[in-house]
């Protein structure tokens, strides 16, 4: 089983809402990552976790808040969003967070209004 | 910093054909390079990854090649279909533990 699932592939939400993204890995990989990426552009990094801890924060806005409660679980907290801040949301896990292929879910689309 | 580039950036041929995608990253001290395609508001699936001391990985009609000392690799497709259709990304993972990706090339097969 080589998938990272991603819920929900879609979410509207409202500039003073909270939301969660959830993904979830089941190859007992050990390193989970969270992507933006706007349209017609690259993918950008915007977090790592590594056995379960926190290792990059690309200097993400603190209205994004992520959490890893265990090895195979990786959520995004979303409060206070702003319209930029819509996009296609990307998880991805690997075996180790160096020199490992990185395999992507489908995403989660999201709009803010 | 790593930037990674992707010439070019849209591609039209007809089915058949051959042809090969490049990428080119201006730090040669990287631990792999990936190969990932994106089909439209999907996210992305790896193709291949090549690593640092490999010169190419093949799987099926692709080949990947890599030459870190001039900083290039292409990706090559053979047989081009029109389910090859989508966009391709190439992404350098070095020191700073995470992939630079390039902008992609929207690659289309005509029947």
């Known amino acids: 089983d080589t998938e990272v699932t991603q819920t929900p592939k879609h979410l509207v939400m409202g500039m003073t809402n909270k939301k969660s993204l959830k993904c979830e890995q089941h190859?007992?990989?050990?390193?989970m990552y969270w992507y933006k990426q706007k349209a017609k552009k690259p993918p950008e990094l915007m977090f790592v976790?590594?056995?379960?801890?926190?290792?990059i924060n690309e200097s993400v806005p603190s209205r994004f808040s992520p959490e890893c409660p265990n090895s195979s679980l990786l959520n995004l907290h979303l409060h206070a969003l702003q319209p930029e801040d819509s996009a296609l949301y990307l998880c991805?896990?690997?075996?180790?967070?160096?020199?490992?292929?990185?395999?992507f879910g489908p995403g989660t689309r999201l709009l803010v209004l | 910093k790593q930037e990674v580039t992707q010439i070019p950036a849209a591609l039209s041929v007809p089915e058949g054909e051959n042809l090969v995608l490049n990428c080119s990253f201006t730090?040669?001290?990287?631990?792999?390079l990936q190969w990932f395609r994106q089909d439209p508001g999907k996210g992305l699936t790896s193709l291949l990854l090549i690593q640092s001391s490999q010169r190419e990985q093949t799987s099926g009609r692709l080949n990947a090649s890599l030459d870190k000392s001039s900083g290039r690799s292409t990706l090559y497709i053979a047989a081009s279909q029109p389910g090859d259709s989508a966009t391709y990304l190439c992404?350098?993972?070095?020191?700073?533990?995470?992939?630079?990706f390039g902008s992609g090339t929207q690659l289309t097969v005509l029947p």
């Open positions: 991805a896990s690997s075996q180790g967070e160096l020199a490992e292929t990185q395999y």
């Open positions: 976790y590594s056995y379960e801890k926190l290792s």
């Open positions: 992404a350098a993972s070095g020191s700073a533990r995470q992939l630079t």
């Open positions: 190859m007992g990989h050990r390193a």
């Open positions: 730090d040669s001290a990287i631990y792999n």
